[in-house]
């Protein structure tokens, strides 16, 4: 079982930054990727980015040069660099752990609000 624990959400300028955490507890040696996805009202949930346990990483066309996901595995902990925010960044952003099972497991954190606004 992973809990994951997310923070740094909150209102922003556009053009500003904002930095997501996203801390893992539990079996924490059984986790492989991480990523990060946002989900506005009415919309689906996307996946914005994605990292391996050996460092790799994939983002949305959407958020390619502007945002960038980072992995931290002694603190067991992924962020999330967003920066040039736009008022479409404008969603609930949730961090994603996939636990190496048979099927493998995607473990969800709480949410965290990001609006983008003058």
């Known amino acids: 079982q992973v809990q994951l624990v997310e923070s740094g959400g909150g209102l922003v300028q556009p053009g500003g930054s904002l930095r997501l955490s996203c801390a893992a507890s539990?079996?924490?040696?059984?986790?492989?990727?991480m990523g990060w996805s946002r989900q506005a009202p009415g919309k689906e949930r996307v996946l914005v980015a994605i990292i391996t346990s050996g460092g790799s990483t994939n983002y949305a066309d959407s958020v390619k040069g502007r945002f960038t996901i980072s992995r931290d595995n002694a603190e067991n902990t992924v962020y999330l660099q967003m920066n040039s925010l736009k008022p479409e960044d404008t969603a609930v952003y949730y961090c994603?752990?996939?636990?190496?099972?048979?099927?493998?497991?995607?473990?969800w954190g709480q949410g965290t609000q990001v609006t983008v606004s003058s």
């Open positions: 539990g079996r924490i040696f059984d986790i492989g990727a």
């Open positions: 994603n752990a996939d636990v190496r099972t048979t099927p493998t497991l995607r473990y």
